[in-house]
């Protein structure tokens, strides 16, 4: 069977690679799906130098044309909507229900952003001056590079280049490298949408030599990247010596919180929901519970009874499934030594094993641990895997006080029925986002950011547009 062998997408066309190129392996199977371009630091450069000839043009387009482009794919994306659902499902190891989800929110994440054409104002400022009138204005930031991950990977293309080319930047994007063939497929879009060449460039490679050529790039003006702390930081090391703009995601050990007046089964249902999506592999998924003590008993038993009834496996086989393998063996061994050490350090395997797991793929069983303490791993370091701890708590207060106890603030959570409880809890937890007797999932008009390690800026809504431009200030002087 012929392999797929995917080219980079650079200033408006798909190039011919002369270099070498890697593996993309399902991680349901571990077959090779497709081999992508190990982009060199030249090549690299060279997309970089498209997207910076092709910005001045961009950025005199009218708002309202650029907006047109994101629409018109939008509409191609939708077309192509089982498509791009099925290779999600086959690169990533999506179920096909959370695939169908990502393929059409990142549609109307494109529609979203180009509806800002005439919504984003500037302001008029009074001056001291007599005859004076200061207009502040929002000018682009020139080119993009945009580094993705490998958990939300056509949404992330979205969320990047969508309020990038609205606001009159030209991108660069490298996709990871266990997902790029989502991102190539997204270019023949591109290509079929008519978008001005050099626009919209899409480059592959290993972080080590095509990120690295990205960050160093002096011609870059942002870089927006989604990934860990070390390489966040690193990043941050690298811009700082371009003076680059950053923009960082950079992970999260959500807490959630229930409170001994909440609803069990809301708050059973919302956890296990936030835990188990996508095998555990969202940063702003819950990953520790901090349970009053009257219900904790109560509250083991009901979540116990859920994650013993979760489905996983191959989600190109079965519809059904809750969710799919972990990305790769890496992944699965550090999933592992997670628990392992967790044991280790005190606490109590409550269900999960990984005893008759079929190791076709990447697979790991939802694994639920009781009498955890916040100096364990598991409560203070992101796991990207279906494992949740629990620690027993005897006051809100306490369970603000351990939940902050990270260096992480992206996503917090709280469970009860006083209103009081719930905006204190909101007031007090030191994280960008908490969400209420729900599951955590962001919408698109809101503003996903994070504090301490977590980030730096943020993405989505009219605040994670301005991420992307500069403002300009002119003073109008009158006779």
Known sequence: MSITRYQNFVNGAFTEHTGD?????????????????????????????????????????????????????????????QKFTDIIVAEQGKTQQLANVEVNFTADYMDYMAEWARRLEGEVIPDERAGETMILGYRPLGVVAGILPWNFPFFLIARKAAPALLTGNTIVIKPSSDTPINAFEFAKLVERSGLPAGVFNLVSGRGSVTGEALIQNPDVDLITFTGSIPQGKHIMTEAGKNLTRVNLELGGKAPAIVLADADLD??????????????????????????????????VAKLKAKFEATKFGNPADDDTLDYG?????????????????????????????????SDEGYFFAPVLLDDATTEMSVMQEETFGPVLPIQVVDSLDEAIALANDSVYGLTSSVFT???????????????????????????????HAGRKHSGIGGAD???????????????????
């Open 21 to 81: 190129f890697f593996q993309i392996l399902n991680p349901s199977t571990k077959e090779v799906l497709a081999e992508a371009p190990s982009t060199s630091k030249e090549d690299t450069d060279a997309a970089v130098a498209a997207a910076r000839a092709a910005q001045p043009a961009w950025e005199h387009t009218s708002d309202v044309e650029r907006a047109g482009y994101l629409h018109k794919i939008a509409a191609l994306l939708r077309a192509d909507e």
């Open 266 to 299: 809301v708050a059973v249902d919302s956890i296990w929901q936030s835990r188990i999506g996508n095998s555990g592999q969202i940063c702003n998924c819950a990953e520790r519970v901090y349970v009053e003590r009257p219900i904790h008993d109560a509250f």
């Open 325 to 357: 393998p972990l990305i790769n063996e890496g992944a699965l061994k550090s999933v592992s030594a997670v628990v392992d050490k967790a044991v280790e350090q005190g606490a109590t395997v409550v269900c999960g094993s990984q005893d008759g797991v």
């Open 417 to 447: 029925e006083n209103i009081n409880s719930a905006t204190k809890a909101a007031r007090e937890l030191q994280y960008g986002e908490t969400y209420i007797n729900r599951e955590n999932f962001e919408s698109m008009q809101g503003f």
């Open 461 to 479: 809504g009219k605040h994670g547009l301005l991420e992307f431009v500069e403002t300009h200030v002119t003073y109008l002087q009158t006779h």
